[in-house]
């Protein structure tokens, strides 16, 4: 899987909006400056995320963004699929769509199993357990195994 500068923006600017503990809305400015993320690339990441209500605007002197619910129900999952559409596409259908012939069916199994693995992790971790640095055993457990951080 790759994941896109625009998933990896978006989780980051949502860790920020997270630690704000009074929840007070947060500039586009300030969370570029805060998170290196180019200003122009932020607003269109926010506009997806306020269009998949996963935050909120709000105009005025003391305007900015903030969090359209609770940090502990916004997964990962929920992030990439409002900024970069399903956790799996294959030539840009879902796994279920795509049809092959009669040697070739099988990968619908493993672009489905792929799905489901990510779904695994990206479902279970939130926005709060990542702005709390406390990640789910689903997630220790899996980078505990040294061969996970090795490239292949």
């Known amino acids: 899987m790759r994941v896109s500068a625009k998933s990896d923006y978006a989780l980051r600017a949502l860790i920020e909006m997270a630690v704000r503990e009074d929840s007070t809305p ?5 969370l570029g400056r805060l998170q290196e993320i180019p200003h122009g690339f932020l607003q269109a990441i926010l506009a997806d995320l306020r269009r998949a209500g996963v ?3 709000q105009r005025g002197q003391s305007g900015g963004w903030r969090l359209a619910g609770k940090a502990e129900e916004i997964s990962i999952a929920d992030v990439i699929r409002a900024v970069d ?3 799996v596409s294959v030539y840009g259908l879902r796994p279920e ?3 092959y012939n009669d040697r ?3 990968l619908q199994h493993v672009w489905i199993a ?4 990510l779904r695994d992790v990206f479902e ?6 990542l702005a709390a640095s406390d990640l789910p ?8 195994d040294e061969d996970a951080w090795k490239s292949h």
């Open 124 to 129: 279970q971790v939130t926005i709060a357990q």
């Open 104 to 106: 070739a069916e099988v």
């Open 97 to 99: 769509s795509v049809s």
């Open 137 to 144: 055993d689903v997630v220790t457990s899996r980078t505990a």
């Open 26 to 30: 947060v500039s586009a400015e300030e």
């Open 85 to 87: 559409g399903p956790l």
């Open 55 to 57: 935050v909120v605007s």
């Open 114 to 117: 792929a799905r489901h693995s």
